[in-house]
C-alpha cells in the first residue's frame, strides 16, 4: 500500500513563480490536510478538506490555495512563491471527518524559494 | 500553537533503556491527543493516541500518560532500541474538527 504520495519530492522555485504541489491518497479517506513545517518547528495546518467538495482555511493559509479534485487527491497551489513559504510540505489523510482519527503522512516536498 | 526556537531538545539514552518523553499543552478544552515519530526525511508516523477521558493507555513497548489537571502529556518508550531514534512530536485537537496542533518536537538519540 501506497498510503499517502507526494509529488515532487524536492524543487526549487525563483521568488514570483508558482507551483502545484500534487498529493494523493489510496486509503479512502474522506479528510485531507496540508501542513508546512519549518526548521525546529512543529507542523501548522495551511488548509484541510474535510471531505470532497469542502476546503477550509487552517493557521497558516494566506499565500495558498487547494483544490479537492477528487477523493484521491488534494493539490496545494503556490500562486506568487516568496522565500517565506521555503518549507517542507506535508500532505495527510485521516478516515472519517469530524471524529477523532489519527492522520496519515506523506513523506514531503520540500521546496526551497530563492 | 506557535512553536519554539530553532533547537529541538535532544534526550539521549542507552539502548536498552527506558525513555520518557514529555509534551505540555496549553489548551484546557484539548479533548484527543496522539504521539507522533518523525525519522529523518520522513512524514510523522502515528504512534498511539489518547482521549481526554483517559489518563493512561498502553501500546507495544510505549504508554502514554495524560495529566489534565497540569496539562500535561508524555510518552513512555520501554527497552529502547537504536530504531527509535527520531523527533517525536505530540498533537492535540481542540474540539475543533481535526484541527491539530502540534509541539516542536524532542529529538530522540539511542545509543548503542
Known amino acids: 500500500n501506497a498510503g499517502v504520495t507526494q509529488t515532487p519530492k524536492f524543487q526549487v522555485l525563483k521568488t514570483g513563480q508558482s507551483m502545484t504541489l500534487q498529493c494523493a491518497q489510496d486509503?479512502?479517506?474522506?479528510?485531507m490536510y496540508w501542513y508546512r513545517q519549518d526548521p525546529g518547528m512543529g507542523l501548522r495546518l495551511i488548509y484541510y478538506?474535510?471531505?470532497?467538495?469542502?476546503?477550509d482555511k487552517g493557521e497558516v493559509p494566506n499565500g495558498y490555495n487547494v483544490s479537492r479534485l477528487n477523493k484521491r487527491e488534494f493539490s496545494l497551489r503556490l500562486e506568487s512563491a516568496a522565500p517565506s513559504q521555503t518549507s517542507v510540505y506535508f500532505c495527510?489523510?485521516?478516515?472519517?471527518?469530524?471524529?477523532?482519527?489519527?492522520?496519515?503522512f506523506g513523506d514531503g516536498t520540500r521546496l526551497s524559494i530563492l | 500553537g506557535e512553536s519554539v526556537g530553532l533547537h529541538l531538545p535532544t534526550l539521549s539514552v542507552q539502548e536498552g533503556d527506558n525513555s520518557i518523553i514529555n509534551c505540555a499543552y496549553s489548551?484546557?478544552?484539548?479533548?484527543?491527543f496522539i504521539w507522533y515519530k518523525q525519522e529523518s526525511g520522513k512524514g510523522p508516523q502515528f504512534i498511539i493516541d489518547?482521549?481526554?477521558?483517559?489518563d493512561k493507555r498502553q501500546g507495544q513497548r510505549v504508554t502514554v500518560l495524560l495529566n489534565k489537571t497540569v496539562k500535561h502529556l508524555s510518552l513512555q518508550i520501554a527497552a529502547t532500541q537504536p530504531g527509535d531514534s527520531a523527533v517525536y512530536f505530540c498533537?492535540?485537537?481542540?474540539?475543533?474538527?481535526?484541527?491539530?496542533?502540534f509541539g516542536s518536537g524532542t529529538k530522540l538519540n539511542v545509543k548503542p
Open positions: 495527510a489523510s485521516s478516515e472519517v471527518g469530524g471524529a477523532n482519527q489519527p492522520q496519515h
Open positions: 489518547i482521549r481526554s477521558n483517559m
Open positions: 478538506s474535510a471531505s470532497e467538495g469542502t476546503t
Open positions: 486509503m479512502n479517506h474522506n479528510s
Open positions: 498533537a492535540e485537537n481542540r474540539g475543533n474538527f481535526n484541527k491539530f496542533y
Open positions: 489548551n484546557s478544552a484539548s479533548d484527543y
